[in-house]
């Protein structure tokens, strides 16, 4: 059965800290997507990245960061130098293959403080 | 401008009472989904459509009913909503195929009271 865990309920660090979201996923199937997704305190959810089950590659846009472990089914998300408006709800997903059905982590409650 | 709208966004209802909460969507994407979102539990998927009269269960579909008749419509229909029915849903869509980001609606707040 897939399933995501987001074992971290909630995280506070103060501004400029750097800080690191845990995901790890459950899958049989071989090929899968796993996704990011931010949900600030207005409550709209705001798609942050994807990743195919082949491309292990880390990636990097500005202040974020993750990296995909195949070997230990994990995708993690660093935010360095954070900032306020990083305080948000983070969810991390996964998808078939058909990208028709997904499956949710129970989310990361983000607090910066200044 | 392209957007997923929901109507109500805000919604308390008795137990019983059948209720539609719409999910509209302008940008021409053939797959759409529910979601609901309950405090610990993060998003659980509903029903999906992969285009007009094509959809399928998600993970949590008993007690809820989808229909597509219209591409760009997507009703989720509670025929007895009960307290634990009680959660944040959200709509989504998508074009068709694989690495097409989904879009979701600004969310309904339902209670069943």
């Known amino acids: 059965a897939q399933k995501v865990t987001q074992a971290q309920t909630e995280i506070s660090v103060v501004e400029k800290e750097d800080v690191t979201l845990d995901c790890v996923y459950e899958t049989r199937d071989t090929t899968y997507y796993l996704f990011w997704y931010k949900q600030p305190p207005s409550g709209e959810l705001v798609f942050l990245i994807r990743?195919?089950?082949?491309?292990?590659q880390n990636e990097i846009s500005g202040r974020y960061s993750w990296n995909f472990q195949k070997s230990t089914s994990s995708f993690n998300f660093t935010i360095t130098a954070s900032q306020v408006v990083d305080s948000a709800v983070y969810f991390c997903?996964?998808?078939?293959?058909?990208?028709?059905?997904?499956?949710f982590g129970s989310g990361t409650k983000l607090n910066v403080k200044p | 401008e392209a957007q997923v709208t929901q109507n109500p966004r805000y919604l308390i209802t008795v137990t019983g009472k059948k209720l539609t909460v719409t999910c509209s969507q302008n940008?021409?994407?053939?797959?759409m989904s529910w979601y609901r979102q309950d405090p610990g539990l993060g998003l659980r998927q509903i029903y999906y459509?992969?285009?007009?009269?094509?959809?399928d269960k998600g993970d949590v579909p008993e007690g809820y009913k989808v229909s597509r008749k219209e591409k760009r419509n997507f009703p989720l229909i509670l025929e007895s909503p009960s307290p634990n029915q009680t959660s944040l849903y959200f709509c989504a869509s998508r074009l068709a195929g694989v690495y097409n980001e989904q879009f979701f609606g600004p969310g309904t707040r339902l209670t069943v009271l």
């Open positions: 990743r195919n089950s082949f491309d292990e």
């Open positions: 459509s992969m285009n007009v009269e094509a959809t």
């Open positions: 940008m021409n994407h053939e797959y």
């Open positions: 997903a996964l998808s078939d293959r058909n990208f028709n059905k997904f499956y």
